[in-house]
């Protein structure tokens, strides 16, 4: 216990004489995907059913799997069902058709298939008017069953019987491969592999019981797979994250003053203060409160203002923490021009 209250003390020595405060703020990240504003017609097509070279493989594998009949057929439906949702609810896309007419094998094992010629998506894009198309390229379900034991005493009329409980894990794991083609481009605009899986666990007295007890995976399968098709509808989209920044609390009594400011959320009346310490005769101090007006203008959105504080504040002063903030804002700055180009 002593132990315990030494280290507990010296935490909050610590914190209380730490030179810097944390925030967090929210950023906005440019999609991890880009494709042109102009594609605006986009339609979805599912070829991740085996082609007859391995059709064998395909139906092997099953069979050592557990797999059921009709699971990866159901289960690349749901992905495809869950991207189209995806894709409808985006604004930026007047149509989103589902291309069930047109069928393409892939291999059916889930290992990506080679890429569309771009001849051929140029044809499906005229014939039905498209702008872009997006594919599920592959989708297969691996799965395995483990059993154990485990003492299980039953209550019985006659009192407590020792037993032996069975337990059956099946862990399913669905492997998805998607990529989008644009007719104009001269390579896919993207290509990418989703996993998941699933697991389930059933028990009984008898390894019957217990495998009875974990039959009716094609539903979850199911639904697992609409999900990964909506999460990779949402690579096109820009998604936003938490950041943290250090800001510097100590140094002068103004300092002390705006670090309460800003943990209230008056930052603007802190700024104020920070502003007065940039004309501080010691060099130390007005190096950072030039570091702090930086803080105060990316908070602001005003990443331009947001690096030339910062860049003063290291070149004027030596503050070395600024020089770390300046590639920081560069990168935002780089990033948000990609996102305005998304945007546009």
């Given at each position: 216990?002593?132990?315990?209250?030494?280290?507990?003390?010296?935490?909050?020595?610590f914190?209380?004489?730490?030179?810097?405060?944390?925030?967090?703020?929210?950023?906005?990240?440019?999609?991890?995907?880009?494709?042109?504003?102009?594609?605006?017609?986009?339609?979805?097509?599912n070829?991740?059913?085996?082609?007859?070279?391995?059709?064998?493989?395909?139906?092997?594998?099953k069979?050592?799997?557990?797999?059921s009949?009709?699971?990866?057929?159901?289960?690349?439906?749901?992905?495809?069902?869950?991207?189209?949702?995806?894709?409808?609810?985006?604004?930026r896309?007047?149509?989103?058709i589902?291309?069930?007419?047109?069928?393409?094998?892939?291999?059916?094992i889930?290992?990506?298939?080679?890429a569309?010629?771009?001849?051929?998506?140029?044809?499906?894009?005229?014939a039905n008017?498209?702008?872009?198309?997006?594919?599920l390229?592959?989708?297969?379900?691996?799965?395995?069953?483990?059993?154990?034991?485990?003492?299980?005493?039953?209550?019985?009329?006659?009192?407590?019987?020792?037993?032996?409980?069975h337990?059956?894990?099946?862990?399913?794991?669905?492997?998805t491969?998607w990529?989008?083609?644009?007719?104009l481009?001269?390579?896919?605009?993207?290509?990418?592999?989703?996993?998941?899986?699933?697991?389930s666990?059933g028990?009984?007295?008898?390894?019957?019981?217990?495998?009875?007890?974990?039959?009716?995976r094609?539903?979850?399968?199911?639904?697992?797979?609409?999900?990964?098709?909506?999460?990779?509808?949402?690579?096109?989209?820009?998604?936003?994250?938490?950041v943290?920044?250090?800001?510097?609390?100590?140094?002068?009594?103004?300092?002390?003053?705006?670090?309460?400011?800003?943990?209230?959320?008056?930052?603007?009346e802190?700024?104020?203060?920070w502003?007065?310490?940039?004309?501080?005769?010691?060099?130390?101090?007005?190096?950072?409160?030039?570091y702090?007006?930086a803080?105060?203008n990316?908070?602001?959105?005003?990443?331009?203002?947001?690096v030339?504080?910062?860049?003063?504040?290291?070149?004027?002063?030596?503050?070395?923490?600024?020089?770390?903030?300046?590639?920081?804002?560069?990168?935002?700055?780089?990033?948000?021009?990609?996102?305005?180009?998304?945007?546009?």
């Amino acid at each position: 216990m002593r132990n315990n209250f030494i280290v507990l003390l010296l935490i909050v020595v610590f914190s209380a004489c730490s030179t810097t405060n944390r925030l967090t703020l929210s950023v906005i990240e440019p999609a991890p995907v880009s494709i042109s504003p102009a594609i605006k017609r986009v339609g979805i097509i599912n070829r991740s059913e085996a082609n007859e070279k391995n059709n064998l493989l395909n139906k092997i594998e099953k069979i050592v799997t557990l797999e059921s009949k009709t699971l990866d057929t159901d289960g690349a439906k749901s992905c495809v069902l869950g991207l189209q949702d995806e894709l409808l609810s985006n604004s930026r896309f007047e149509e989103v058709i589902l291309l069930d007419h047109i069928i393409l094998k892939g291999s059916g094992i889930g290992i990506m298939p080679a890429a569309l010629p771009q001849d051929e998506v140029t044809k499906i894009c005229r014939a039905n008017e498209l702008d872009a198309i997006f594919a599920l390229e592959s989708y297969d379900t691996n799965s395995k069953i483990n059993y154990n034991t485990a003492p299980a005493p039953i209550n019985t009329p006659l009192g407590t019987i020792p037993a032996m409980e069975h337990i059956a894990t099946l862990r399913t794991e669905i492997t998805t491969g998607w990529r989008i083609y644009d007719p104009l481009a001269s390579d896919v605009i993207d290509a990418f592999q989703l996993v998941d899986v699933i697991n389930s666990t059933g028990r009984g007295l008898t390894p019957v019981n217990a495998a009875n007890a974990i039959i009716g995976r094609k539903e979850a399968v199911k639904d697992v797979s609409k999900r990964i098709g909506q999460t990779y509808g949402l690579r096109i989209r820009p998604f936003s994250i938490r950041v943290g920044r250090d800001y510097f609390v100590r140094g002068t009594d103004n300092f002390k003053i705006a670090k309460r400011k800003a943990r209230t959320g008056n930052w603007d009346e802190a700024a104020e203060l920070w502003k007065k310490e940039t004309q501080n005769s010691r060099k130390k101090i007005a190096g950072r409160a030039y570091y702090n007006m930086a803080i105060i203008n990316e908070i602001n959105g005003n990443l331009d203002l947001a690096v030339d504080w910062a860049q003063k504040s290291y070149e004027n002063f030596n503050n070395k923490k600024a020089l770390y903030y300046v590639n920081i804002l560069k990168n935002r700055q780089y990033r948000n021009a990609v996102l305005n180009e998304q945007q546009q």
